[in-house]
């Protein structure tokens, strides 16, 4: 599993190297609405959503298709891959309009920081 980032996810494109460095599509919630966040960031905050076990539930000799984190400023941001396809990943910030799932993952991730 691997963080790697989409250019329709990105209105800031840091140093993700992607050609066109971005793409961002309307119907497409930016990662870096607020701030830019780079490519080591962005991997470090996957891992440890991986490490808190804050993923989607999978099948033996899968991967999940979600995994979820919080950065040092409470946003939360939801990674996703095609898991019938690949194990390459892209994030991005849910936002103010999923209210109750950012709840829930701020809670979870708390709970298993301790």
Not at 10 to 30: A, C, E, I, M, V
Not at 78 to 100: C, M, V
Not at 103 to 112: A, I
Request: glycine residues 10%; positive net charge; contains cysteine.
């Amino acid at each position: 599993m691997t963080y790697v980032g989409s250019a329709t996810h990105k209105l800031h494109p840091g140093d993700y190297g992607f050609q066109p460095p971005q793409n961002p599509r309307p119907t497409k919630s930016p990662c870096d609405a607020f701030r830019s966040v780079l490519l080591g960031e962005a991997q470090d905050l996957f891992r440890q959503g991986i490490m808190r076990g804050m993923v989607s539930a999978f099948g033996p000799g899968q991967v999940p298709k979600y995994v979820w984190c919080v950065d040092a400023a409470g946003e939360v941001y939801e990674a996703k891959t095609r898991p019938e396809r690949e194990t390459r990943y892209h994030g991005y910030r849910i936002g103010p309009d999923e209210r109750d799932m950012c709840r829930y993952v701020l809670k979870e991730w708390m709970q298993r920081c301790r």
